[in-house]
């Protein structure tokens, strides 16, 4: 059957239901994409999964699909796309995202999709609107972001999207009203256990101070969003960057515009004046991803950081005034009891306001995940990744299953939670997602009846 002259798009972002929120962040990859063919003229409707049972989903009517994929998605979008197939064999599925750009064939191959997108994804997606049909398309990372037009926010419940969640461990803020930003794509770190440069190939791009203030006004009036979250990788890579845009921040700060905003970054990218400078603006948390206590296990990830380096990090941020989150990751490469306590005595020493204690997870285009043997790491890559959840609810245990120690690595991580204590940074997401339950029956009897915002 061939596609009408102007097919209808419809982009679809899975549900997450191993959180205890899957709206606490907006899919603003998908978002960027909908903006893209919106401003090009395409016919584009948004389904939003995130946050429904599989019995509440309620998928539009579209010609060409186009879904979004990260690993732990993995048996989900293939659920979507069975549903699809079985109403409309002849339509256009497309998958993009983290796994389809690492995975081409193998997605192709288990989901049933037609097209699988590799790398990112909003010319590619305008393409395949004007025909085009290569299996897999492997597209050229975007070199000026700036020309992609804001985030389709208006195409999601934002309002729901930017109720506070984990982050109240700043603090209120007058409105309690937070989005999630990107200021920049990709990371110039190639850790071993991360995936991100198998997309950014380790490049930076960024947006303009001009772009970013823009966006930060925007969903301020429109949503009455007073506290930023930048979630680029690595917020502070280029220091001049950083200086030019805390000088406009400090202005919406100064006006009441933003309350507060608070980012990612690293240990080795800590400085006592450019912390200075992001206080004054505004800024009252960094999110260091520490990993371990164990300077063997930072070696072998190749994480560029010591343990002095990361306990001094966090020090010199208290000093300034700002709050720390620090990242832990139990179960990676060359774990034992030992380098636990390591990890153990870390947190006991560290100063940080709250900790995040995580499973290791051998993410689909990580070093660890190419080359298993090196790291003594047995993966099974014929998995259908139902186990692949990085972060999740308090008892979210799944992914020690991935290891060939689980019940070794459940109490590791049992160990490590109970060393944390009230420090624990799920304590907060529970908030979230309390509301989360009790919203979902009423949310279920609007999508079934067809509604989507």
């Not at 280029?238 to 921040?249: A, H, I, N, T, W």
């Not at 014929?382 to 990085?390: A, I, K, L, M, V």
């Not at 299953?401 to 690595?409: D, E, G, R």
């Not at 279920?444 to 989507?452: C, E, F, K, L, W």
Request: charged share 30%; hydrophobic share 35%; net charge negative.
């Amino acid at each position: 059957m061939e596609l009408p002259v102007s097919p209808k798009v419809v982009l679809i972002n899975p549900p997450s239901p191993w959180l205890l929120s899957d709206r606490e962040q907006p899919p603003l990859g998908l978002l960027d994409i909908a903006s893209y063919l919106r401003v090009n003229n395409i016919d584009v409707t948004f389904c939003d999964l995130a946050g429904f049972p599989e019995k509440y989903w309620f998928i539009p009517d579209g010609d060409i699909y186009g879904i979004t994929c990260a690993t732990p998605h993995y048996s989900i979008v293939i659920k979507i796309i069975e549903k699809i197939k079985k109403r409309q064999p002849d339509a256009v599925v497309v998958v993009g995202g983290f796994h389809p750009t690492v995975e081409p064939e193998r997605t192709l191959r288990d989901t049933k999709a037609d097209i699988a997108i590799k790398g990112e994804g909003e010319q590619a997606m305008l393409d395949i609107v004007k025909g085009r049909r290569e299996r897999i398309i492997t597209c050229p990372l975007v070199e000026d972001i700036n020309k992609i037009p804001m985030p389709a926010f208006d195409m999601v419940d934002m309002y729901d999207y930017v109720k506070m969640g984990t982050n109240l461990v700043i603090g209120s803020t007058p409105n309690n009203k937070e989005a999630k930003l990107m200021t920049a794509r990709g990371c110039p770190f190639d850790c071993t256990f991360c995936a991100q440069a198998s997309v950014s190939k380790r490049r930076m791009r960024y947006k303009t101070v001009e772009r970013v203030i823009e966006e930060i006004k925007f969903v301020h009036k429109r949503y009455g969003v007073d506290r930023i979250y930048f979630i680029d990788d690595t917020f502070i890579v280029d220091d001049k960057r950083v200086v030019e845009l805390c000088k406009s921040l400090k202005e919406l700060h100064d006006k009441g515009i933003l309350y507060d905003w608070h980012c990612l970054t690293r240990a080795d990218r800590t400085d006592k004046e450019l912390f200075r400078l992001m206080y004054q603006s505004g800024c009252r948390m960094v999110t260091y991803g520490i990993e371990t206590g164990s300077q063997k296990i930072l070696d072998i990830i190749e994480k560029q950081t010591t343990v002095e380096e990361n306990m001094n990090a966090i020090k010199l941020a208290k000093e300034m005034g700002l709050k720390v989150r620090a990242q832990m990751i139990v179960g990676l490469p060359g774990e034992t009891r030992e380098t636990v306590e390591e990890s153990a005595e870390f947190i006991r020493k560290a100063p940080a306001d709250s900790f995040g204690m995580h499973i290791f997870v051998p993410l689909p285009g990580c070093q660890i995940w190419y080359d298993p043997e090196r790291f003594d790491f047995p993966i099974d890559k014929e998995s259908t990744f139902e186990y692949y959840h990085t972060i999740g609810k308090r008892e979210e245990e799944d992914a020690a299953y991935l290891h060939k120690n689980p019940q070794q690595i459940i109490e590791w991580k049992n160990y490590l939670v109970r060393v944390i204590g009230e420090r624990n940074i799920v304590k907060f997401a529970e908030v979230r997602g309390m509301e989360n339950d009790a919203g979902e029956e009423i949310r279920g009897t609007v999508m079934s009846s067809g509604y989507v915002q």
